[in-house]
Nanobody
Framework: QVQLVESGGGLVQPGGSLRLSCPVS????????MGWYRQTPGKQRELVAL???????NYADSVQGRFTISRDNDKNTVYLQMNSLKPEGTAVYYC??????????????WGPGPQVPVSS
């Protein structure tokens, strides 16, 4: 059984780990809340992890204790560390930014490619 949760990241077996990276413009990064979302076909896009500009975090119950959001203010990058991956976690993952509470904007996405099969 495998999971593909990152474009270019390859296949990951259940229980494996991946880290997603999201570089953000340095002009807005320090003033932005960051969020990781994911979406599977037929389902609503859901928030899985959130970090405010002040460092507060929030996680979906389904990933609590397994996923960790972090940010590097020097590199202007937010990360999502995903451990103990489950088959149901297979999805397209999205990185969002909210600059000065002006609304959420998609920054990038990671997910399975059409040429890569996902098995379980």
């Amino acid at each position: 059984q495998v999971q593909l949760v990152e474009s270019g990241g390859g296949l990951v077996q259940p229980g494996g780990s991946l880290r997603l990276s999201c570089p953000v413009s340095g002009s807005i990064f320090r003033f932005s809340d960051m969020g990781w979302y994911r979406q599977t076909p037929g389902k609503q896009r859901e928030l899985v992890a959130l970090m405010t500009r002040s460092g507060r975090t929030n996680y979906a119950d389904s990933v609590q204790g397994r996923f960790t959001i972090s940010r590097d203010n020097d590199k202007n990058t937010v990360y999502l560390q995903m451990n103990s991956l489950k088959p149901e976690g297979t999805a397209v993952y999205y990185c969002y930014v909210n600059y000065r509470d002006n609304g959420w904007f998609e920054q990038s996405s990671w997910g399975p490619g059409p040429q890569v099969p996902v098995s379980s």
